[in-house]
């Protein structure tokens, strides 16, 4: 399938957006073109697609998992903490036709939901003390200029072997889906500093094949030292641009984008480690 047309039928999602968001939960959906850059380098990848089981952490509106069902993924689950949204989920995945076919079709995919919330503790925001990195366009380019340095954090992150079901509060067994994708809170707000962290720990410790995850470009030399000291390959697979339209009160603007790195996570470099 052709990026364009992967695009093309993801922006006919019925409710892309929250129609309530919590700002307390930073809700903010997961547009179809960064949804569809991020499902074509999967695929591209054969992360994804015929055989393969994805996990959507932190669904949202779905906007991941139907990208992951489109392409033929056999397998997708949804997890979400907030109800609202996972019911928006499974009504954009019902009339994006997925969930409700006949299991002897060759199409079918499966699709589970579950409502959990992940544990975290709250630590010091690993942009505050460097400047941040610039993206360079949407959906395009590898790498590029990383922060000056960050502050440890305040509370040491357990790796992804060191934790189970329930310990995190997501209660899946470790290593089962092939990949997870994610679209984690970037932290900002009171109580969330590092929670895009967290969200990734987790996201490895349920992938046996790889993670694709959207974090703040400000965040990357933290964040790729942070996944290497575990034991893991990680690279920067896209730089971006996030749009936030206007959601919030405190919003004064219409639009405004955001850096953003799509990263992923190689686990079959690191089998040794798990």
């Not at 499974?90 to 589970?112: I, P, R, S, Y």
Request: aromatic share 8%; with cysteine; proline share 5%.
């Amino acid at each position: 399938m052709k990026l364009k047309h992967l695009q093309s039928a993801l922006s006919s999602v019925p409710t892309p957006q929250f129609v309530d968001p919590n700002i307390t939960l930073e809700q903010y959906a997961t547009s179809p073109e960064l949804t569809s850059y991020i499902i074509y380098s999967a695929l591209q990848n054969e992360d994804i697609g015929y055989g393969r089981s994805v996990l959507d952490l932190g669904c949202g509106t779905g906007m991941l998992s139907i990208g992951s069902a489109i392409v033929g993924s056999n397998q997708v689950t949804l997890v979400d903490c907030d109800e609202g949204a996972l019911a928006i989920a499974q009504e954009n995945m019902k009339e994006m036709g997925f969930g409700a076919a006949d299991e002897d079709d060759e199409d079918f995919c499966a699709v589970e939901y579950l409502l959990a919330k992940l544990k975290h503790i709250p630590r010091k925001d690993p942009s505050s003390s460097h400047k941040a990195g610039r993206g360079r366009g949407r959906g395009k380019g590898r790498g590029g200029a990383a922060g000056r340095g960050s502050h440890a954090p305040s509370a040491p992150i357990a790796s992804p072997q060191s934790i189970g079901p329930f310990d995190d509060g997501i209660p899946l067994a470790s290593n089962c889906f092939d990949t997870v994708m994610t679209n984690p809170p970037f932290g900002t707000k009171p109580g969330n500093a590092g929670i895009d962290v967290t969200f990734l720990r987790t996201a490895i410790r349920l992938a046996k094949r790889s993670v694709y995850s959207f974090h703040k470009s400000s965040t990357r030399q933290y964040l790729i030292k942070t996944v290497e000291s575990w034991g893991y390959e990680v690279e920067v697979v896209a730089e971006m641009k996030f749009d936030i339209p206007k959601l919030y009160k405190f919003h004064s603007k219409d639009n405004v984008d955001v850096d953003v790195d799509l990263i992923r996570v190689n686990l079959l470099a690191n089998t040794d480690s798990r």
